[in-house]
């Protein structure tokens, strides 16, 4: 899942078109003639390839049969724990390196000296740490006001005795404060102490000198990634390889970001690193710019790997016939890769986190969405972290009553791609363009051409674009948590549309997990795909539906919210309208009346096909006007026969089917029904529970809103004119009838205690 970033080894891995030039590189090394030294730099940015030349150089000299293979060492500082010491650490290598490469004596008899050389360079511990201990010694003393000759008289030991007691303590104490590393070179000290006697450093230095330049074959000293090293390391190998850049027969080969060193000796030297660097260095080349086509190439193998391991339905996105993709990947995605280490990089977060957005074969998201954004929280993350938490700002449509927001909305997108996306600005806005079409006026004129009506497309392409998938893309979860319902628990739900049963079952598992409401209104994103919703499945989905609306949650989630039978009712209005049908919509209703369990369902959705009676305006007509009377009249046989059966007191909504049994059937048969209803207290007080209404009230600076129940006493009216009579028939219950009172007492009392206020109550 992780791609490695390991360099090329030889030019059959070449995927940038470079092997020419390593080659060229190699054959200029190995055909270096002369006896001076020499020191070239491989100059270029991070990630661009340098060890990969390097490498592919070195393939070249080695299996170049021409010219003699000179000794090649690599020496890598950043890698030594002891950073303290480079000279130490650097002739240590070389002679190490020598002498496991050569079996010649006299290679080894070159390791061995420059084994001396960098123990000579680097044998005497740090004064500071000497003067520091004997310091505190002294003043101890001193501050004790004791002299050594009153030491001498206490312990009856001469003044000479008292001295040689002294340093030995004092030798203990400067070994204590010694660092480990401190340690190692007094113990190199003592150990070369012995074989050099008289030598010097420049004695040695002169030894290795002339039995290099005898030798008469190259050494090449290869250190690499030198830009990696701090202020003061990067001035240490440039000192090292200043000094000993006189050793005959001695090719450098340097390998680092010019700006980065260059930057780390001004601030070391104190002088322009740049000239310091000239002064070192004699042959510089630059790595050549790799062809973004080759880098390309290379992305599109990777992403093309990806994604054939995900489910065959991101072909789709992919396809010849859109364009999207195309225009994602040349308006802003290209800009991002300059080497091979940015795609697998990219690469290695892409495969882990899309492979979490997906479930069997249903994508959770948009491949190409997804990419993109990928692509920006890899390379640009203080800008992907900006849009996180500004949902709001990058997924609103049009708002044409409010100009001040769009201008706020303009400047804060505008100041973070300023702010956050540094060299990529351009692309950046570009990209977003795509991403999100509800911006591009906004970033360019301040307001939105695209208005909510958009909003379903991009659902259903699972856009980042869509209010509910862009959290997918942010927190690597199905629309941004595990409460809301996934594309797989969608795609499973639409399977089961081929057997009403088996679909109903499913619907009731959500109305179980009380998810329903966010089910429904996902469908509604859907309703005009036919692939989703096949015609031939209409009477599969919409008698279900009809049928859980008794289970529905009958409060709305807010003031805005019409409730969840709303939601029903505008998912079969939009399969109806569209292929407005009149005489297959008029068969599909008549057999969902027939067929239906829920009462209030088919009445609800009978109610909303029918035009109001002042309604002089045109408008679609799902049925003809002929049919919508027959399908009133079959909801008034269903009415009646629940009445007559005694169970439509139990219907829910029970107000609302009253209403269109009053305004669709026969006066006398309603008139009846109220009478013969009504003389029964217990189905009078039944009946009489269904005009108590509930509301949330609340005020400024209210947190939280408080419930508020009242009597609807003007509805009441519609069907008992005399509502005094219901009032004293209430009393006299309270009064003579205390079961039935404790068990309506709620309700009773509010019937009582605000019918003096009932005016307050007509709406």
Known sequence: MFLGDNPVKTGKDDLLERKDFAKHLGKAISEWKESESLVIALNGEWGIGKSSIINMALDHIENDIEVEKPTIISYNPWIYSDLSNLTSNFFDELSKELAIQNQAIKDKEIADKLKLYSNLLNMVPDKTVFKATYDKLIIGIGLAGISLSSIAEWIGVTNEVLKNILFISGAVLILGQLTRGALTRLSNFFGTRSKIREKTAIDYKAEITNELLERNKKLVIIIDDIDRLTYEETKEIFRLIKINADFPNTIYLLSFEKEVVQKNLDVSLGVSGAKYMEKIVQVSFDVPEAQAENIHKYLFEQLDRILSRLPESVLKYFSTDSIYWGNVFQSGIKYFFKNLRHVKRFASSLEFNISQMYKDSVMEVNPIDFIAIETLKVFRPDFHNFMRQNKELFTATRNPTDPQNNDQRQKKIKNAISNLTGEYEQ????????????????????????????????????????????????????????????????????????NKYDFESKLNEFVQNKKIRKLLQIFQDYTSDNNKFPNMYFQNIIIPLLNITDSLPSEPEGMTDFGADVDVMRIIYQLLKRENNQEDNFNLLHEAILHSTSLYGVVKKISIIS?????????????????????????????????????????????????????????????????????DEKSMLTFLKSFRSTSFISSVGDYVSRKNVSFNYKSLKDFVPDIDAIKLRLIEIKTNNQILYKEYKEFIDLFLENYDKRDEYDF
Request: glycine share 4%.
């Open 611 to 679: 035009p109001l009676k002042d309604d002089t305006e045109s408008s679609i007509s799902l049925v003809k006007d002929e049919h919508l009377l027959r399908l009133q009249q079959l909801c008034i046989d269903k009415i009646k026969k629940r009445a007559q059966n005694h169970s439509l007191l139990e219907s829910n909504n029970l107000l609302y089917i009253l209403y269109r049994w009053k305004e669709w059937g026969s006066n006398e048969d309603f008139k009846s029904f109220i009478e013969e209803l009504i003389s």
């Open 427 to 498: 692309c950046v806005t570009e990209l977003l363009k795509q991403l999100f079409p509800q911006i591009g006026n906004v970033i360019d004129k301040g307001y939105s051409s695209y208005g909510s009506e958009w909003i379903s497309n991009w659902s259903r392409d699972l856009r980042v674009c869509s209010p509910t998938h862009f959290d997918s893309y942010f927190v690597y979860l199905p629309k941004g948590s595990s409460k809301e319902i996934s594309q797989f628990e969608l795609e499973t739900t639409l399977q089961k549309i081929n």
